[in-house]
């Protein structure tokens, strides 16, 4: 058996090592998110557990497996398990359907197949990030979310889940008997709609780059960068500034760019329209969950947003929309709750079927 003791600090600024004592004897389980921009890694020795979490740049690596190779070689994993791993989930930004992933905002491109063999692993999933997301919901707790607005979810009904990230995660889980269905849905890339006009001439501008005007392309870092640049645009600025995502949110933050904070602005009245899409779609009236990088670091720009009043703003079905409440992910790593719980599943369901004589 094995004693390890970790204490936090911060290896090259990336790597966040929790403060806990573990005891174990048996291998742990690898988990990892996947997104545009970074990868974020975990052991997982009990469930819901995990530790010696890691935050590499994407970037950085060539693959997946160049990233996992270098983090389970790393000194916070070596200290808490220098053995083998059997068993890894992966979330990752990007649809999931066949053998070979190739990232939509990211320049990775692997075989599930490959990575599992190259990696010596009895079992890797490897599934979308919100899907991974959706099944997480329903094991958060309370301190790791925030109700924005008004309503009252029901029991056992639809959930809804979007977020903005590096792109626009879309999914929901729908109760099944004793267990929840994720969606693995590209909701993110429905075509966008303007509510006012305002909106209408920001799209016309942005038809003049993109023929095709998705809700992702609005509603995303990038988006907000777009968003930026076309606010910009319209009130006749010839020579236009570019702004990082963060840049315009920390301007619109300080109050010191007006344009920024106009950018914020329709980002989160859009988000609510969106967002209230989604509900009406899945008949979401279990709550609609908002995730991704984005929205938690804007603060009381968010909470002070249209974001509540768009989302409930559907003419005839503002009333139905008002009882679905809205929450605000706050869990620093929840699609780790997410992988856990798929690949309890999944293990549980390869286990022998026994009958007492």
Request: with cysteine; proline share 4%.
């Amino acid at each position: 058996m094995l004693l390890r003791h970790l204490r936090r600090n911060d290896i090259d600024g990336d790597t966040l090592v929790q403060d806990i004592t573990i005891q174990h004897s048996s291998a742990p389980r690898l988990l990892a998110d996947i997104g545009g921009t970074n990868a974020r890694f975990a052991l997982e020795f009990e469930a819901h557990r995990f530790v010696a979490v890691v935050v590499l740049s994407c970037h950085a690596y060539a693959d997946p497996k160049a990233a996992i190779v270098d983090y389970l070689n790393s000194e916070v994993v070596q200290r808490v398990w220098p053995g083998a791993i059997h068993h890894a989930a992966i979330a990752i930004a990007n649809p999931v359907d066949g053998d070979v992933v190739s990232m939509t905002n990211n320049h990775w491109t692997f075989s599930t197949t490959a990575l599992k063999q190259a990696l010596a692993l009895e079992t890797l999933l490897v599934v979308n990030d919100f899907t991974a997301l959706a099944l997480a919901l329903p094991h958060l707790e309370s301190h790791e979310r925030i109700q924005i607005g008004g309503g009252q979810a029901q029991e056992n009904r639809v959930i809804g889940l979007i977020g903005p990230g590096t792109g626009l995660g879309v999914s929901g889980i729908i109760p099944c008997q004793e267990k929840w269905v994720p969606l693995c849905s590209e909701g993110g890339h429905t075509s966008f709609s303007p509510t006012n006009k305002t909106e209408l001439a920001l799209l016309e501008v942005i038809w003049q780059e993109f023929p095709h005007v998705s809700a992702e392309r609005l509603i995303s870092g990038m988006g907000l960068e777009l968003l930026y640049r076309s606010l910009q645009t319209l009130k006749g600025v010839t020579q236009l500034e570019t702004l990082s995502a963060a840049e315009i949110s920390a301007r619109a933050s300080d109050v010191t760019c007006p344009v920024c904070t106009e950018a914020v602005s329709h980002f989160c009245g859009m988000l609510g329209t969106v967002a209230g899409n989604l509900a009406l779609t899945l008949g979401a009236t279990g709550g609609v969950y908002i995730g991704g990088g984005i929205v938690p670091k804007l603060g009381e720009l968010f909470l002070a947003s249209a974001f509540r009043q768009r989302f409930e703003a559907k003419g005839r079905f503002a009333d139905y929309l008002a009882q679905i409440p809205t929450y605000l992910i706050t869990a620093e790593y929840p699609a780790f709750l997410g992988v856990s719980a798929l690949l309890n599943e999944h293990l549980a369901a390869q286990q022998p079927y026994t009958r007492d004589s």
